[in-house]
């Protein structure tokens, strides 16, 4: 079996668990400064940040390496639900088709992640696809599930019955 | 390559991160939850220590009725019952996918409630959806309870707030 075809059905499955995730962020403004913890990232920030993860696999798929520091990649600025909402349907539409396409010599090539001398990640494509998109992606959309209970918003169920969905 | 071996490869890392958060949950309130609705912090840490159970049966049956399935009470006694619960399960179920065959893997599993059909999907996609990403969905909440009893956040994927990972 192809790699991808391992990938595929995961990417479709948990990509529009993440977009039913997205789809209840508040469009109100005085909601996006709402942090659980001063620590925390602000619900605006992560909710940017889990809809623009699918870049990350597009970097991935499409690049030797990355150095953060030489970049030029902008962090999404969450302006209103609908433009997160499109733009995380763009990038995920492009990561689909570029992960449709990734043969398995691409998946067992090394990939490097590093911020200038500093490196993070060195080892397979497939691995890094697995840490830094899925597992990362996953990771950050049961964060948001939490910001928005504490905002008494319904949480959508995403492996089982949440206590709003059965 | 086989798929054990590639489902293999991040498993190791990932457990590592689960246990380093399960090693943080503190004993003192077990109750602590952060909305009415949400699961208790002992509960919701016992439910991700037992979570390779999902897996072990994923890859050691054809199937489940939950109609008829007996899962253990997910009651929080201390924290190292609920390590040495999670060792010992999680390094079960690596063995177990370790051992898998692509055919065993590319079959179907099914969940069922008596009659009717939950799941019904290749074992090797269900290993992630139903335990794998299942758990990393869990322990993200479980971070999120750490930080709101001020507890240091393991980083993950990236720094957290207390740990820069030299970023």
Request: charged share 25%.
């Amino acid at each position: 079996m192809p790699i991808k075809d391992l990938l595929l059905p995961e990417f479709d499955q948990e990509l529009r668990n993440t977009r039913t995730m997205l789809e209840r962020i508040p469009d109100t403004l005085d909601k996006h400064d709402f942090k659980p913890h001063e620590k925390s990232m602000s619900l605006a920030k992560l909710a940017a940040h889990t809809a623009q993860l699918p870049a990350m696999l597009t970097i991935i798929l499409t690049t030797p390496e990355f150095d953060y520091a030489k970049s030029g990649v902008k962090p999404l600025v969450m302006q209103s639900r609908a433009q997160l909402l499109a733009a995380f349907d763009k990038l995920s539409a492009e990561a689909h088709a570029l992960l449709e396409a990734t043969t398995d010599r691409s998946m067992h090539e090394t990939w490097k992640l590093s911020r200038n001398e500093k490196l993070f990640y060195d080892g397979s494509r497939y691995n890094a696809i697995r840490t830094m998109f899925f597992n990362h992606i996953i990771h950050h959309r049961a964060q948001l599930g939490v910001y928005l209970r504490l905002n008494d918003i319904p949480v959508p169920n995403t492996y089982g019955p949440s206590a709003d969905e059965s | 390559m086989a798929i054990a071996e590639i489902l293999l490869q991040d498993f190791d890392v990932e457990m590592k991160g689960t246990r380093t958060t399960l090693e943080r949950i503190p004993e003192r309130n077990p109750e602590f939850k952060c909305h009415d609705k949400s699961m208790a912090m002992g509960r919701l840490a016992v439910h991700v220590s037992t979570l390779p159970r999902f897996g072990i049966a994923i890859l050691t049956t054809d199937a489940m009725d939950l109609a008829t399935a007996k899962f253990p009470s997910m009651v929080f006694e201390s924290r190292e019952k609920l390590l040495a619960d999670f060792d010992a399960l999680a390094a079960e179920a690596r063995t177990h996918l370790a051992a898998a065959s692509d055919e065993h893997l590319r079959q179907n599993w099914k969940m069922i409630w008596g009659n009717k059909p939950l799941v019904d999907a290749p074992r090797s996609l269900l290993y992630r959806t139903m335990f794998f990403n299942h758990l990393i969905h869990h322990r993200a909440q479980l971070g999120v309870y750490l930080r709101l009893n001020d507890q240091p956040v393991p980083p993950l994927y990236g720094p957290s707030a207390d740990d820069s990972m030299g970023f």
